[in-house]
């Protein structure tokens, strides 16, 4: 049985002192909220803080509230909380069905909002036991030189699994952090960054204190996720598709797309927006034609690298499968 390792455990209550004790604790610090990738992680010497500070106790990390036409959803809301809750399921499905969508329901229950949105990146060479990447004398990721899935690259290509990221960068989300410095608001999309390694922007003692989504005025969203157990696993392919309406023609008016957005999980070290994607959208009725050019843009920078479930060929090809289910699902929506 794989047991955590000795650290220190600290329970701020406010986000003043959760930030002080993580500038305090310096670089052998980390966040904990949920703890169900970070405690894993720990126990297989993934990630070895010596203090770990949770933020489930920080009462400006728990509220609830999506009024205004708004959302603004606070980080430490359980992935069941949000996926339950009649607003977000009202004005914001897809954020809740990506919610729903993650691994199990006790690990819903226990997993944020926030640790889903930063989640460490994945990788097959990564996320095996101490001894295990021992074995092979480690990885670029952590401990080692060389990364196993393409040796002479100079980075790592450890995969972004999280399945409600790419749905935000899609939405055009905004994400509220406060640090040392002060608070400020980044949008979704520059919050992440493609690196294995270096894969969220955000400073490191800044905490992610809630995130605002757009208001709901013409636009619609739809996630899809491709995985091997569907009650359970990482996706190997997320596809978060949004469009907006053209203004004026209502539900069933056989209105036109004026802007669209295609996100992409699962292949890259970050949610992968591909702008000839939506640009092969706009200004059609997302009838077939333009649903096959967008499903053609998205396959082609849609690479991902034989580093999790699944043969990396079939996975690229079902990008353009699960891009074309995802826009049939909007038009039929409308
Ligand atoms: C078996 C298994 C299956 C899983 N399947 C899926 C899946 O299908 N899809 C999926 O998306 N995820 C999956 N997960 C991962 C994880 O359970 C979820 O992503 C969950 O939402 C993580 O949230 P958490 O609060 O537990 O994060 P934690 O483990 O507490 O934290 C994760 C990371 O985020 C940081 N962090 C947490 N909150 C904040 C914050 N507010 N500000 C700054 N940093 C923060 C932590 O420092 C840590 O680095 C799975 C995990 C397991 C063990
Ligand atoms: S992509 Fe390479 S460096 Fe990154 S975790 Fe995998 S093997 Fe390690």
Redesign the pocket.
């Known amino acids: 049985m794989l047991r955590l390792p000795t650290f220190r455990y600290l329970e701020p209550r406010t986000l003043t002192d959760a930030v002080r004790m993580k500038v305090d604790a310096g670089p052998a610090g980390?966040?904990?909220?949920?703890?169900?990738?970070?405690?894993?992680?720990m126990k297989r010497r993934q990630?070895t803080p010596a203090t770990v500070i949770s933020?489930m106790r920080v009462a400006e990390?728990a509220g609830r509230g999506t009024g205004d036409g708004g959302g603004v959803l606070a980080?430490?809301r359980?992935?069941t909380d949000v996926a339950g809750d009649s607003a977000v399921r009202a004005r914001y499905p897809a954020v809740a069905r990506?919610a729903e969508?993650?691994?199990?329901p006790p690990?819903?229950n226990?997993?944020?909002?926030?640790?889903?949105?930063?989640?460490?990146t994945r990788c097959n060479y990564y996320d095996q036991s101490y001894e295990w990447r021992k074995a092979i004398d480690f990885c670029m990721k952590k401990d080692g030189a060389i990364c196993w899935v393409a040796p002479s690259s100079p980075r790592c290509w450890a995969v972004s699994?999280?399945?409600?990221?790419p749905v935000m960068v899609a939405l055009g989300a905004e994400y509220r952090?406060v640090g040392p410095t002060g608070e400020r608001v980044v949008s979704a999309a520059r919050f992440y960054h493609n690196d294995g390694i270096d894969y969220l922007t955000?400073q490191r003692d800044?905490?992610?204190?809630d995130v605002r989504l757009p208001a709901p005025d013409g636009w619609d969203c739809v996630y899809h996720?491709l995985?091997r157990r569907g009650s359970?696993?990482?996706?190997v392919l997320g596809v978060a598709a949004w469009v907006r309406w053209d203004r004026g023609r209502g539900k069933g008016e056989g209105g036109r797309v004026s802007e669209a957005r295609i996100v992409l999980g699962g292949v890259a070290s970050w949610p992968q927006e591909v702008p000839e994607a939506g640009a092969a959208l706009a200004g059609s009725a997302l009838d077939d034609d333009a649903i096959a050019a967008a499903a053609d843009a998205a396959y082609k920078p849609s690479k991902p690298m034989d580093n999790t479930d699944f043969d990396l060929s079939w996975r690229k090809q079902m990008t353009r499968v699960y891009v074309t289910r995802a826009l049939q699902e909007l038009r039929a929506r409308h």
Request: net charge negative; charged share 15%; proline share 4%.
């Open positions: 980390m966040y904990v909220a949920g703890g169900t990738d970070l405690y894993p992680n990630q933020l990390l980080a430490c359980t992935l990506a969508l993650v691994s199990t690990l819903r226990m997993g944020t909002l926030g640790g889903n949105l930063c989640l460490d699994s999280t399945d409600v990221a952090l955000k800044e905490i992610l204190v996720k995985r359970f696993d990482f996706p």
